[in-house]
């Protein structure tokens, strides 16, 4: 039972340079969620998808995309990565509706260091 | 707006119980967890309860819920080393995301 999967566990890019993370789940949730994490911060989020063909920004979306390619699968993209985007990054599920409020299930993190 | 606040470090002696503490406040929240996070690894559910609840165990684990005061709390009974983690708390924003605390660094000494 896989639950929340993301890749890759580590990045280290330059500044300037692109690149996708990707996430997926295997729990048929309809909402999906990036966070960021960094020292003393706790997690902050950065987009949402609370169904499948919508995404919505969070509290830091500044310098990143995403796309909910299905399902399945969101991914989160930094066009022009900055030393400011290095940071531990986490993707999360769950089941959302007016009549269910489940927990959030999150994958392992993408390591991410920006040079 | 939304916001969770809990103290950063915890040291405790194998065997005791350790108590962290959270306070919240969004008085709408239906939910409130507990997730735990060990080095270098993502984020554990522990936990979780409902608004309408005063208290919730499970093993080791009990969360005791003040909703007058928004003071949220989790007991770990007779903790061991493998508790030493970080424990986050977190309540349930708008946008159907998790507002987490900082997170509280539990440290376990033999």
């Known amino acids: 039972n896989a639950g929340v999967t993301q890749t890759p566990k580590f990045q280290v890019l330059k500044t300037g340079q692109s690149m996708t993370l990707q996430c997926a789940q295997d729990?048929?949730?309809?909402?999906m969620y990036w966070y960021r994490q960094d020292p003393g911060m706790g997690l902050r989020l950065i987009y949402y998808s609370a169904s499948e063909g919508t995404t919505d920004k969070g509290e830091v979306p500044n310098g990143y995309n995403v796309s909910r390619l299905n399902k399945r699968e969101f991914s989160l993209r930094l066009e022009s990565a900055a030393p400011s985007q290095t940071s531990v990054y986490f993707c999360a599920s769950s089941e959302v509706s007016a009549y269910s409020n489940q927990p959030q299930h999150f994958g392992d993190g993408t390591r991410l260091s920006i040079l | 707006g939304e916001d969770v606040e809990q103290s950063l470090f915890l040291s405790v002696r194998e065997g005791d119980s350790s108590v962290i503490n959270c306070t919240y406040t969004d008085s709408s929240s239906t939910y409130l967890y507990w997730y735990k996070q060990e080095p270098g690894a993502g984020l554990q559910l522990l936990t979780y309860i409902f608004s309408n609840m005063d208290m919730k165990q499970d093993q080791r684990l009990t969360v005791l819920l003040n909703k007058k005061d928004k003071h949220l709390s989790l007991r770990i009974a007779d903790t061991q080393t493998g508790d030493s983690a970080i424990y986050f708390c977190a309540e349930r924003g708008s946008q159907g995301n998790l507002i987490f605390g900082k997170g509280t660094k539990l440290s376990v000494k033999p």
């Open positions: 729990m048929n949730h309809n909402s």
